[in-house]
């Protein structure tokens, strides 16, 4: 984990008032496998917003390979800048359930993805 990930856990854990890092990693475990059970049982046709944040001088080039692979279920996207140099990718994701779940997967897995938010907007 770089310093700067450890510092940032460190400092979740005084202002969480967290007994020690590990309940930090634990809790924001629990959140992400909510969030993929959640995705798990989405069914049929689905519209999700997904949100992206892609470290400060991290390439998007991957993610741009991906959108482009899948681009029929995008419907929308916004592309913006964060005070802090991340790329913020704001995506309206259409389609049949399964290619969805592929498709946020594929996303997830790039290590200049840093973060990804999935809200199921519509079925």
Do not use: W
């Amino acid at each position: 984990m770089p310093d700067e990930d450890l510092a940032k856990l460190e400092h979740l854990q005084r202002e969480g008032g967290f007994s020690n890092r590990s309940e930090v990693v634990r809790h924001a475990l629990q959140s992400l496998l909510e969030e993929h059970r959640r995705m798990e049982g989405y069914s049929g046709d689905v519209t999700l917003v997904v949100t992206t944040m892609i470290a400060p001088g991290g390439k998007g080039n991957q993610l741009s390979k991906i959108q482009h692979m899948h681009n029929r279920l995008i419907s929308a996207m916004m592309h913006a800048h964060s005070r802090d140099g991340a790329c913020v990718e704001i995506m309206v994701v259409n389609g049949e359930a399964n290619e969805a779940r592929q498709f946020v997967q594929k996303v997830r897995a790039l290590k200049q993805v840093v973060r990804v938010q999935v809200s199921l907007a519509g079925k």
